[in-house]
Protein backbone atom coordinates (compact mmCIF):
# COMPACT_ATOMS: atom_id res chain seq x y z
CA UNK A 1 0.00 0.00 0.00
CA UNK A 2 1.32 2.90 -1.13
CA UNK A 3 1.89 5.73 2.16
CA UNK A 4 -0.99 8.69 2.28
CA UNK A 5 0.38 12.21 2.41
CA UNK A 6 -1.78 15.04 3.62
CA UNK A 7 -0.41 18.36 2.22
CA UNK A 8 -1.32 21.64 3.84
CA UNK A 9 -0.37 25.01 2.38
CA UNK A 10 -2.48 28.22 1.89
CA UNK A 11 -1.12 28.65 -1.73
CA UNK A 12 -3.33 26.66 -3.91
CA UNK A 13 -0.74 26.60 -6.93
CA UNK A 14 1.98 24.76 -4.29
CA UNK A 15 -1.00 22.28 -3.33
CA UNK A 16 -1.32 21.46 -6.75
CA UNK A 17 2.47 21.15 -7.52
CA UNK A 18 3.23 18.81 -4.20
CA UNK A 19 0.06 16.48 -4.91
CA UNK A 20 1.33 16.11 -8.70
CA UNK A 21 5.01 15.82 -7.15
CA UNK A 22 3.56 12.64 -4.53
CA UNK A 23 1.88 10.77 -6.98
CA UNK A 24 4.78 10.74 -9.96
CA UNK A 25 6.78 9.09 -6.79
CA UNK A 26 4.41 6.97 -5.47
CA UNK A 27 2.77 8.46 -2.56
CA UNK A 28 -1.21 8.50 -2.16
CA UNK A 29 -2.66 12.10 -1.25
CA UNK A 30 -5.15 11.35 1.55
CA UNK A 31 -6.55 14.92 1.11
CA UNK A 32 -5.40 18.73 0.91
CA UNK A 33 -6.11 21.42 3.45
CA UNK A 34 -5.39 25.53 3.27
CA UNK A 35 -4.74 25.91 6.99
CA UNK A 36 -4.45 24.26 10.49
CA UNK A 37 -8.00 24.11 11.13
CA UNK A 38 -8.67 22.59 7.85
CA UNK A 39 -5.80 20.27 8.39
CA UNK A 40 -6.63 18.86 11.67
CA UNK A 41 -10.18 18.29 10.69
CA UNK A 42 -8.70 16.70 7.51
CA UNK A 43 -6.50 14.81 9.55
CA UNK A 44 -8.69 13.38 12.00
CA UNK A 45 -11.12 12.27 9.08
CA UNK A 46 -8.33 10.84 6.94
CA UNK A 47 -5.95 9.56 8.98
CA UNK A 48 -3.18 9.85 7.07
CA UNK A 49 0.72 8.07 7.18
CA UNK A 50 2.40 11.80 6.60
CA UNK A 51 1.36 14.99 6.74
CA UNK A 52 3.46 17.60 4.71
CA UNK A 53 2.93 21.16 6.23
CA UNK A 54 3.51 24.60 5.80
CA UNK A 55 4.26 27.03 8.86
CA UNK A 56 3.09 30.44 7.58
CA UNK A 57 -0.76 30.57 6.97
CA UNK A 58 -3.79 32.34 7.36
CA UNK A 59 -5.78 31.59 10.85
CA UNK A 60 -4.27 28.55 12.63
CA UNK A 61 -0.85 28.55 11.72
CA UNK A 62 1.61 25.37 11.26
CA UNK A 63 3.31 25.84 14.27
CA UNK A 64 0.28 26.20 16.44
CA UNK A 65 -1.49 22.88 14.64
CA UNK A 66 1.45 21.01 14.91
CA UNK A 67 0.39 19.45 18.31
CA UNK A 68 -3.11 19.04 17.49
CA UNK A 69 -2.40 17.01 14.42
CA UNK A 70 -0.22 14.92 16.13
CA UNK A 71 -3.33 14.25 18.57
CA UNK A 72 -5.33 13.89 15.85
CA UNK A 73 -3.58 11.49 14.17
CA UNK A 74 -1.71 9.66 16.01
CA UNK A 75 0.25 7.04 13.95
CA UNK A 76 0.44 9.93 11.43
CA UNK A 77 4.67 11.58 11.13
CA UNK A 78 4.49 15.34 10.52
CA UNK A 79 6.80 17.03 8.04
CA UNK A 80 7.21 20.80 7.89
CA UNK A 81 7.70 22.41 4.40
CA UNK A 82 8.41 25.91 5.17
CA UNK A 83 10.00 28.97 3.47
CA UNK A 84 11.13 29.77 7.41
CA UNK A 85 14.75 28.62 8.38
CA UNK A 86 14.82 30.69 11.30
CA UNK A 87 16.25 28.65 14.28
CA UNK A 88 12.91 29.80 16.26
CA UNK A 89 10.88 27.77 13.79
CA UNK A 90 12.86 24.59 13.49
CA UNK A 91 13.32 23.73 17.25
CA UNK A 92 9.61 25.06 18.13
CA UNK A 93 8.64 22.24 15.09
CA UNK A 94 10.95 19.59 16.92
CA UNK A 95 9.54 20.25 20.37
CA UNK A 96 5.88 19.83 18.82
CA UNK A 97 6.27 16.50 17.56
CA UNK A 98 7.72 16.91 13.66
CA UNK A 99 9.66 14.40 12.22
CA UNK A 100 11.36 16.51 9.41
CA UNK A 101 11.94 20.53 8.59
CA UNK A 102 12.36 21.23 5.29
CA UNK A 103 12.94 23.83 3.42
CA UNK A 104 10.86 24.85 0.03
CA UNK A 105 14.17 25.46 -1.72
CA UNK A 106 14.63 21.76 -1.83
CA UNK A 107 14.54 20.59 -5.43
CA UNK A 108 11.01 18.60 -5.66
CA UNK A 109 13.30 15.56 -6.15
CA UNK A 110 14.64 15.94 -2.77
CA UNK A 111 11.28 16.71 -1.29
CA UNK A 112 9.88 13.36 -2.40
CA UNK A 113 13.07 11.17 -1.20
CA UNK A 114 13.27 12.99 2.44
CA UNK A 115 9.16 11.50 2.70
CA UNK A 116 9.99 8.23 1.72
CA UNK A 117 12.81 8.65 4.28
CA UNK A 118 10.33 9.55 6.94
CA UNK A 119 8.08 6.80 6.35
CA UNK A 120 10.95 4.51 6.90
CA UNK A 121 11.26 5.88 10.51
CA UNK A 122 13.87 8.31 9.30
CA UNK A 123 14.46 12.21 10.06
CA UNK A 124 14.20 14.80 7.24
CA UNK A 125 16.25 17.81 7.41
CA UNK A 126 17.22 19.99 4.51
CA UNK A 127 21.14 20.54 4.47
CA UNK A 128 21.26 23.93 6.10
CA UNK A 129 18.86 23.10 9.05
CA UNK A 130 21.02 19.92 9.97
CA UNK A 131 24.19 22.23 9.98
CA UNK A 132 22.35 24.38 11.78
CA UNK A 133 21.33 21.85 14.84
CA UNK A 134 24.92 20.58 14.66
CA UNK A 135 26.16 23.88 15.02
CA UNK A 136 24.08 23.75 18.29
CA UNK A 137 25.25 20.54 19.75
CA UNK A 138 28.73 21.53 18.80
CA UNK A 139 28.08 24.53 20.99
CA UNK A 140 26.26 23.28 23.82
CA UNK A 141 29.04 20.74 24.23
CA UNK A 142 29.58 16.57 24.26
CA UNK A 143 27.69 14.02 26.49
CA UNK A 144 30.06 11.58 28.05
CA UNK A 145 28.70 8.31 27.38
CA UNK A 146 27.98 6.36 30.53
CA UNK A 147 27.71 3.45 29.07
CA UNK A 148 30.12 0.70 29.96
CA UNK A 149 32.17 -0.90 26.83
CA UNK A 150 30.88 -4.61 26.75
CA UNK A 151 27.26 -2.75 25.95
CA UNK A 152 28.37 0.37 23.91
CA UNK A 153 30.32 -2.21 21.36
CA UNK A 154 27.17 -3.93 20.73
CA UNK A 155 24.85 -0.79 19.76
CA UNK A 156 25.14 2.32 17.70
CA UNK A 157 25.90 5.59 18.67
CA UNK A 158 22.73 6.45 18.57
CA UNK A 159 21.07 3.21 20.63
CA UNK A 160 23.34 4.29 23.10
CA UNK A 161 22.34 8.09 23.17
CA UNK A 162 18.75 6.48 23.29
CA UNK A 163 19.86 4.16 26.53
CA UNK A 164 21.48 6.48 28.65
CA UNK A 165 18.02 8.69 27.85
CA UNK A 166 16.15 5.49 29.13
CA UNK A 167 18.27 5.29 32.25
CA UNK A 168 17.20 9.38 32.89
CA UNK A 169 13.93 8.36 32.98
CA UNK A 170 12.66 10.20 29.77
CA UNK A 171 9.64 9.05 28.18
CA UNK A 172 9.34 8.81 23.97
CA UNK A 173 8.45 11.97 23.57
CA UNK A 174 10.93 13.25 25.62
CA UNK A 175 13.84 11.40 23.83
CA UNK A 176 12.68 12.44 20.64
CA UNK A 177 12.80 16.17 21.26
CA UNK A 178 15.99 16.44 22.56
CA UNK A 179 17.92 14.27 19.88
CA UNK A 180 15.77 15.85 17.04
CA UNK A 181 14.32 12.68 15.67
CA UNK A 182 10.40 11.39 15.54
CA UNK A 183 8.74 9.17 18.45
CA UNK A 184 8.36 6.43 15.94
CA UNK A 185 12.43 6.49 15.24
CA UNK A 186 13.14 6.32 19.16
CA UNK A 187 10.52 3.30 18.91
CA UNK A 188 12.76 1.56 16.23
CA UNK A 189 16.07 2.43 18.27
CA UNK A 190 14.53 1.10 21.70
CA UNK A 191 13.76 -2.04 19.83
CA UNK A 192 16.76 -2.93 18.04
CA UNK A 193 18.54 -2.17 21.30
CA UNK A 194 16.83 -4.41 23.16
CA UNK A 195 17.06 -7.13 20.50
CA UNK A 196 20.94 -6.39 20.60
CA UNK A 197 21.44 -6.61 24.37
CA UNK A 198 19.10 -9.80 24.58
CA UNK A 199 16.17 -8.58 26.55
CA UNK A 200 12.57 -8.21 26.11
CA UNK A 201 11.80 -4.79 27.81
CA UNK A 202 13.56 -1.29 28.64
CA UNK A 203 13.36 -1.97 32.14
CA UNK A 204 15.49 -5.49 31.43
CA UNK A 205 18.00 -3.30 29.26
CA UNK A 206 18.51 -0.65 32.37
CA UNK A 207 19.32 -3.70 34.61
CA UNK A 208 21.48 -4.79 32.28
CA UNK A 209 23.16 -1.66 32.20
CA UNK A 210 22.89 -1.13 35.62
CA UNK A 211 25.01 -4.59 36.34
CA UNK A 212 27.37 -3.71 33.71
CA UNK A 213 28.54 -0.52 35.75
CA UNK A 214 28.92 -1.86 38.66
Do not use: W
Not at 4 to 20: G, I, K, M, Y
Not at 53 to 77: I, N, V, W, Y
Not at 111 to 125: D, K, T
Amino acid sequence: MPDRVLVVDDHPLTRDALSALLRAHGFEVAGVAADGEEAIAAATATQPDLVLLDLSMPGLDGLSALPRLREAAPECEVVVLTASGTEENLLAAIRGGAAGYLLKTEPPERIASFLAGVARGEAALSGPIARRLLDQVRSGGGRGSGVPDRIASLLSAREVEVLLLLDEHHGTDEIAQRLFISEHTVRSHVKSLLRKLGVSSRREALEQLTLARA
